[in-house]
């Protein structure tokens, strides 16, 4: 494979991702939006918020038996466009079931998504020799500060959904569509035949401290990013408009960590990246937890934009190089967990928020990021590491 076109590939990708992240913003910051359009009530929503993760898990189950035939890369490349034409869906009914029927389709779609997304991904780091990851989900990271900043002008000038989604899909449908012509996995056609022979050689046991870290990182995740906006307007007393700034705010330090993270990864290693994040993501919800104002909420959405950032892209990374001949079936199988966050994520932090408080909702994810500390050794082994001393001598670096 040439190194143009693994530019090229890498590029797309990154596109895709970029995609992505507008997408997902423009829902979950919306979220108060969304109640008042479907007359959604309080008791009825985490509902709504835990029937998404569950169909996207079960996208992401149905992705890992469909690239044993289909490559990652035609997944992705259908599975874009039926998540932006979700959201529009979204923002186009009016009743309750249809609320429910467009994000049951963006749940499954999503999830088949996340999964051929990060295979690629993996796939393509494997190639260079050496950490990208975290650069892809910075182009994430971008597209959700684009997102976020969409849905505070669509809060600000009092747009409807429609308006404010049409113009999104419309734009972005067809450019994903035609970047999609570049995508390329970083595996020759006879390694692609070889790993799907492969799918019963990932040992469940081996991966599940890294399962366990993507379901805390995405608790984390998921509080921010269902819980960001009602938390800083009913417990913070902020406006609606100003209510949608914290994930604006998580996002751009989550860009600014992942676009400097390979960096760092390549010179102190991925167990110590992952432990500084964990830390400095559980301070950042004590100090969200203990607020006395909307400011210092921000506060603390920046120290969990900087610590949560390193994490989730790492542990597919990890994935990964923990089974190098069936790297697409492990990274199905954790992207699960992604999932498994968010289902109990966004219920626990309501429940909690409800029965109690949410100020003391905001110490659970807190303590289980910590816990993040006792399975950091997982991405410590000695394939798992790239750059000081641990390039693969064969690969060229492409750029």
């Keep these: 494979m040439t190194d143009a076109r693994l530019r090229h590939g890498r590029a797309s990708l990154a596109l895709s991702f970029f995609v992505q992240g507008v997408t997902f913003a423009l829902l979950v910051t919306r979220i108060p939006a969304i109640q008042d359009r479907y007359g959604i009530s309080d008791g009825l929503l985490p509902v709504f918020l835990a029937a998404v993760p569950i169909l996207a898990g079960v996208g992401s189950v149905v992705t890992e038996k469909v690239v044993a035939r289909v490559r990652p890369r035609v997944v992705l490349r259908w599975a874009q466009p039926v998540v932006l034409l979700a959201l529009l869906g979204v923002g186009a009914g009016s009743e309750l079931w249809e609320a429910a029927l467009a994000l049951g389709v963006f749940g499954l779609s999503v999830g088949a998504l996340d999964a051929s997304m990060n295979m690629m991904g993996v796939s393509l780091q494997r190639a260079y020799g050496r950490s990208i990851m975290l650069g892809f ?198 992207n699960i967990f992604n999932y498994v966050g968010f289902l109990v994520g966004s219920p626990l932090v309501g429940a909690l928020g409800d029965a109690w408080s949410y100020r003391g909702a905001m110490l659970v994810p807190m303590v289980l990021v910590l816990a993040t500390l006792l399975y950091a050794k997982s991405f410590g082994a000695e394939p798992a590491r790239y750059g000081g001393g641990h390039e693969r001598p064969r690969t060229v670096d492409v750029g």
């Excluded at 992942?258 to 919800?285: E, K, P």
């Design 137 to 334: 989900h910075a182009a994430y990271s971008l597209g959700g500060i684009a997102g976020a900043s969409m849905a505070w002008a669509g809060a600000h000038w009092d747009l409807s959904l429609l308006v404010s989604y049409l113009p999104v899909v419309v734009v972005l449908l067809p450019v994903a569509f035609a970047g999609s012509r570049w995508y390329v996995e970083g595996k020759q056609e006879e390694e692609l035949g070889a790993e799907r022979g492969k799918a019963g050689s990932v040992s469940f046991k081996l991966l599940m401290p890294l399962c366990l870290v993507m379901c805390f990182a995405y608790i984390g995740d998921s509080t921010v990013s269902n819980w960001s906006a009602k938390y800083l307007q009913d417990v913070l007393g902020s406006s609606e408009q100003l209510s949608t700034v914290p994930y604006n705010v998580y996002m751009v330090t989550t860009l600014l960590g992942r676009t400097v993270g390979d960096f760092g990864v390549r010179r102190f290693g991925a167990v110590a990246v992952v432990r500084s994040g964990s830390v400095l993501a559980a301070a950042g919800f004590g100090v969200v937890a203990v607020a006395g104002g909307a400011w210092v909420g921000m506060l603390g959405f920046t120290m969990l934009g900087l610590g949560l950032c390193v994490i989730v892209p790492q542990t597919f990374a990890a994935a990964g190089r923990m089974f190098p001949g069936a790297s697409d079936t492990a990274i199905a199988r954790l």
